[in-house]
């Protein structure tokens, strides 16, 4: 059974940063696909970055120049550096990983809470 489990989760101050990781485990094939995306209270969820075919990143443009997404495919592991965070950045963080290359797996992890708040 395939495991997806984001870490790094925190209440941080607006301007701070934090690192948030995502570990895929149980997985019979390579992971080739990786993503972050978060879901803020009464919102949809929306894009944070994922790494693109070919070997490059996409971010959505409300974090575009602030957070930075690292990836090891052959660790099956993803990183999310998230600096001058924003209040407005405080949701559920999820991981999605997926076997076959693309911009959406077919795995999904649980989640982890970023609050940024005074």
């Known amino acids: 059974q395939v495991q997806v489990v984001e870490s790094g989760g925190d209440m941080v101050q607006p301007g701070g940063s934090l690192r948030l990781s995502c570990v895929v485990s149980g997985s019979r094939f390579s992971i080739n696909a990786m993503g972050w995306y978060r879901q803020a209270p009464g919102k949809e969820r929306e894009l944070v970055a994922v790494?693109?075919?070919?070997?490059?990143?996409r971010y959505g443009d409300a974090v575009k120049g602030r957070f930075t997404f690292s990836s090891d495919t052959a660790k099956n592991t993803g990183y999310l550096q998230m600096d001058s965070l924003k209040p407005e950045d405080t949701a559920i963080y999820y991981c999605?990983?997926?076997?076959?290359?693309?911009?959406?797996?077919?795995?999904w992890g649980q989640g982890t809470q970023v609050t940024v708040s005074s």
């Open positions: 790494l693109v075919p070919g070997g490059s990143y």
């Open positions: 999605n990983a997926g076997t076959a290359a693309g911009l959406l797996g077919q795995y």
